[in-house]
């Protein structure tokens, strides 16, 4: 994103709107700037100000009038008045960083928008995360944060050394050149992205080992980590067997989400059985 200098007026109403602070009134040319290293391309400034097309001298010259008087002249806090804000052509390594910080572009890689990936949420279609074993979301960044893929990849090398599995329909694994060891592709590791998530799974006994170890990366890293925990409940709608190692850990639990299972390919065929004519509907279900 960049700001056109014959355009701005200096209102600073997009500092306001842009969530990692990327951009400031220059002091010397009271004009808005972008810090194009720490900007994520997330589009926020752009989509989110209304855009008017006042005339630029027109308004600089009733502003510096008005300041004479002791007067202020200030657009709406949610307008850009001279429709100054101007997004880059993003090209290759660049684009990566609007696939991961503008929550209205889907992935390639899975098609999916925000993050990228459906995480455990749709474990009830998906099946990644089987019986017998925990999936860890280790989720990277926040506004006014962000991460650095070469961030991502400390955490990632450390968890593929102990063997885990890398979700593969997840677009930070998609960003990978070897899957086996965690290693991140050269040409964007310094890219800087609003959020991330990675996603492992491992078998409920390696619980402790794998959070023992994003604490120990997390601490080397300059960036917020979150830890998402998610597992299969028994029979009776409860989970016996990670909860006590979570609490163990000094973990409070509080569950999160429970999936029933209605989103499963078997309930959906039944449901579009039902629809058809009785006869037929009981005749799918004996069978």
């Known amino acids: 994103m960049k700001i056109s200098e014959t355009k701005c007026v200096g209102c600073g109403n997009c ?79 660049r684009v990566v960083r609007r696939a991961f910080s503008d929550p209205r572009v889907p992935h390639e890689s ?10 455990v ?8 995360i089987a ?11 926040r506004p006014g944060v962000g991460v650095r893929f070469h961030q991502i ?19 930070v694994t998609a960003m990978m050149s070897d899957v086996e060891t965690g290693k991140i592709r050269d040409d964007i590791l310094n890219e800087k992205v609003l959020s991330a998530i ?5 078998p409920v006994e390696r619980t402790e080992e794998i959070i023992r170890t994003v604490w120990a990366v997390e601490k080397r890293i300059d960036t917020i980590v979150v830890l998402g925990v998610g597992t299969r409940c028994d029979e009776d709608g409860e989970e016996r067997v990670v909860a006590p190692i979570l609490e163990s850990l000094g973990y409070t639990l509080k ?9 499963r390919p078997q309930i959906r065929e039944l449901a579009r059985e039902n629809a058809e004519p009785a006869n037929q509907a009981q005749e799918s279900v004996a069978a």
């Open 255 to 263: 569950r999160a989400k429970t999936n029933l299972g209605l989103g």
């Open 131 to 141: 019986v017998g074993m925990v999936g860890f979301t280790i989720e990277f960044g």
């Open 121 to 128: 949420k749709t474990n009830e279609i998906s099946n990644r």
């Open 110 to 119: 899975t098609g999916v928008t925000g993050r990228g990936t459906e995480e």
């Open 198 to 202: 990675l996603e492992i799974t491992v």
């Open 15 to 93: 500092t306001y709107a842009c969530p990692m602070g990327a951009i400031y009134v220059d002091p010397t040319t009271r004009k808005a700037t972008v810090n194009s290293d720490e900007c994520v391309e997330c589009y926020a400034c752009y989509n989110g100000l209304s855009k008017e097309h006042l005339p630029p001298r027109t308004v600089r010259f009733t502003r510096r009038m008005m300041s004479k008087l002791w007067l202020r002249f200030e657009p709406d806090p949610d307008i850009c008045p001279t429709d100054a804000l101007e997004p880059d052509p993003l090209s290759w390594p």
């Open 153 to 171: 990849q400390e955490m990632s090398m450390a968890l593929a050394a102990l063997g885990v599995k890398i979700q593969p329909k997840n677009p």
